[in-house]
């Protein structure tokens, strides 16, 4: 079975870009903290450079000194020079590389473009057991179908949950404030499995796992495996 899914069955705990509250996120090293507070899958959104390099990076633009570099509109070599807040931007190939199964990994891709170079990607280094595409745009879902298991991401009502079935979707990914009882149980008749973003409050992550959630992200890891043993 698919290291994700697996993970949302028992109840996940989700790093959110990694432990972006240790370490910066979106980074190898937020990565690996997520991974050593116990985290069950780690979160990273990824987009692509000019030639072609999938690179791990929440904003389409960095910020350096003197203004900002377009990730699309460059080449990996220039993207691999920048820090931010002190870290290196990683490839998508690095944070897998690093992650290599331990937990699963939920890949959000930005831009529907991309879809096929992260698909590429997964497959080249059959990560395919462990790995789920998760976007808000059912274009680079449709375009990863077959792959890995797929979850779609909203955060305004009435929800998705209908286009996600639609979809063959495995997973809904609603803002917290979307995801009542009422919601996750029609998901779980549907089949589908809930994780909810992104969760930061001790009391609402035990009211979303009270009302039956599979999975929470939070920027909190520690946090959020101290909600799930209260439960």
Do not use: Q
């Amino acid at each position: 079975m698919n290291k994700v899914i697996e993970a949302l069955r028992r109840g996940a705990v989700i790093g959110h870009r990694g432990y972006p509250l240790r370490r910066r996120e979106n980074t190898l090293a937020s990565f690996a903290a997520a991974i050593e507070a116990g985290a069950d899958i780690v979160e990273m959104d990824v987009r692509s450079t000019k030639d072609g390099v999938v690179v791990v990076s929440h904003d389409d633009k960095i910020a350096v000194a003197g203004g900002y570099v377009d990730i699309r509109e460059s080449r990996w070599l220039d993207i691999s020079t920048i820090k931010v807040g002190g870290e290196p931007i990683p490839r998508l190939e690095d944070a897998l590389s690093l992650i290599d199964g331990k937990v699963g990994v939920f890949i959000e891709i930005k831009d529907p473009a991309d879809a096929p170079l992260v698909a590429e990607l997964v497959k080249g280094m059959s990560a395919e057991n462990w790995v789920a595409v998760i976007s808000f745009h059912e274009e680079a879902l449709m375009k990863t179908r077959g792959l890995a298991p797929l979850g779609l991401i909203y955060a305004r009502p009435p929800g998705k949950i209908e286009t996600a079935r639609r979809l063959s979707c495995d997973i809904v990914l609603p803002n917290f404030r979307l995801a009542t009882a009422k919601a996750i149980a029609f998901a779980h008749r549907l089949g589908l499995l809930v994780a909810a973003w992104t969760v930061n409050d001790y009391d609402v992550m035990r009211m979303l796992w009270a009302r039956g959630v599979d999975g929470i992200a939070s920027d909190d890891v520690e946090l959020a495996v101290k909600s799930r043993k209260s439960i």
